[in-house]
């Protein structure tokens, strides 16, 4: 079992920043790939970040390129999503998500993963 919980989630301008924390514990955190995802009302969900479990390798949605960062502290077993430049369209619920599979590289495809998080309101006002 892995068990993750997001933070850092709130109501923020256009333009403002935020950084969201995922604290994941159950499993060894360096074997896992991460991602964060987010859905907002009416859509499906959808994959904004992955990242290996190096760190060294990362995976951005077009949307969000150039705007978001994610990286991960294999010490403190949290991966983030630093937002920067927020638009009104990134409100959503956003979660992160683990996969257990020992692996090299990203994984973005939502079904793959194992476990998520409960999620964390972003709203973004124009």
């Known amino acids: 079992q892995v068990q993750l919980v997001e933070s850092g989630g709130g109501l923020v301008q256009a333009g403002g920043s935020l950084r969201l924390s995922c604290a994941a514990s159950?499993?060894?955190?360096?074997?896992?790939?991460m991602g964060w995802f987010r859905q907002a009302p009416g859509k499906e969900r959808e994959c904004v970040a992955a990242i290996s479990r190096s760190g060294s390798s990362t995976y951005y949605a077009d949307s969000v390129k150039g705007r978001f960062t994610v990286s991960r502290d294999n010490a403190k077993n949290t991966v983030y999503l630093q937002m920067n430049s927020l638009k009104p369209e990134d409100t959503a619920v956003y979660y992160c998500?683990?996969?257990?599979?020992?692996?090299?590289?990203?994984?973005?495809?939502?079904?793959?993963?194992?476990?998520w998080g409960q999620g964390t309101q972003v709203t973004v006002s124009s």
């Open positions: 159950g499993r060894t955190f360096s074997n896992l790939r």
């Open positions: 998500a683990a996969d257990l599979t020992v692996a090299f590289g990203v994984l973005i495809t939502i079904r793959a993963y194992d476990y």
